[in-house]
């Protein structure tokens, strides 16, 4: 029986960029060793954090959407738990609504990119936005 | 609204005017009477069946400036998607994209 997830990891801002890319790998091959399909992931890089996590304020935010056992997440947890590079963790299974939104929001980011590599005016309106929107889009 | 006026009428305006026939309270600008406008659930009325927990720019209309969820009886929300809307929220606070407590967060 398989289930789809949603895992999202915030890294400390500590570690440098091999590290970071490092931590990340870990956590896929962890993931694809599970037995689990990996669908989706996304790397939102560093940001503000609203409120400070273990004196920190900014992480490293990832996420990855996969196919997995359920057993298999209790493992994934603890690895987050155990891992000290990790300051925050949040796995969610996705229901059928969930799934749909994830495969709208996916073609809109992807077509979001390519206008923002075509048209000139992005830059220009990207600032007025709220910094959390502009990191979304 | 006539009852009121001649309750009013012999304390407030009786001395400006000096007494007389003419003691109704007159308002310069007209008075905004506060009409409800129909609430209606927004996920319901555009069929969003599924509320993001990432997209805390989103959900920072269902929290008053302090961060608190607001009450579906200020927001209109149904039943089933403040449930859900509550649950984004808290999943948004849980990874740092929204605050638990703040101060003029709007």
Known sequence: MTNRYETVFILTPVLSEDQTKETVTKFKDLVKKGRGKIRHEESWGMRKLAYPIQKKSSGFYHLIEFDGDPAFIDKLETEYRRDERVIRFLT???DKHHIEFAEKRRDRRSGAADGAAEAGDKPARAPRRKKENVDNA | MSETTNTAAPAAPAPATGGGANNEIRYLTPISIETTKEKYC???????????????????RFVNEQGKILPRRLTGTSQKYQK????????SRHLALMPYVADMMK
């Open chain 2, 84 to 91: 859900k809307v509550s649950q984004a929220v808290k999943r």
């Open chain 1, 92 to 94: 969610v299974a996705m």
């Open chain 2, 42 to 60: 927004r996920f319901k009325k555009f069929g969003i069946k599924y509320i993001d927990y990432k997209d805390a720019d989103f959900l920072l």
